[in-house]
């Protein structure tokens, strides 16, 4: 399917830290047949149409916002913080429950849960 989303990655300065990091906040695990030293490929689940990611070794520490969907957003920002991470005060809106948050590195990124009915 084109006009979609079709990769991204997250740029972090330690990619050993990030996996840990993803790793305890999402279960995330890696293809490490697909990973480098500078380079991690997170396994997909292998649901149709889901999309590829990894995480990068870089020295810049904001991206554009990506939002992750989790089932909690307050839990997955308690859970952050836990990591060493920060989080800002969640908001709600029409589309759901959001906020920004940024991992123990400094790299921000975005948790969203759709609205409950």
């Not at 305890?24 to 490490?32: C, E, K, R, S, V």
């Not at 396994?43 to 810049?60: H, L, M, P």
Request: proline share 5%.
């Amino acid at each position: 399917m084109e006009n979609r989303l079709g990769y991204f990655f997250i740029e972090t300065p330690d990619i050993d830290r990030a996996r840990t990091f993803y790793g305890a906040l999402f279960g995330w695990t890696f293809d490490a047949g697909w990973s480098k030293p500078t380079y991690t490929h997170v396994k997909a689940a292998g649901a149709e149409g889901e999309t590829a990611f990894g995480i990068v070794k870089g020295e810049k520490k904001d991206f554009s916002h990506l939002f992750f969907q989790v089932a909690d957003v307050d839990a997955a920002c308690r859970r952050v913080v836990e990591l060493g991470g920060q989080a800002a005060i969640p908001s709600d809106a029409p589309s759901g429950r959001n906020v920004v948050v940024r991992d123990d590195q400094g790299v921000t990124f975005g948790l969203w849960s759709p609205p409950r009915d």
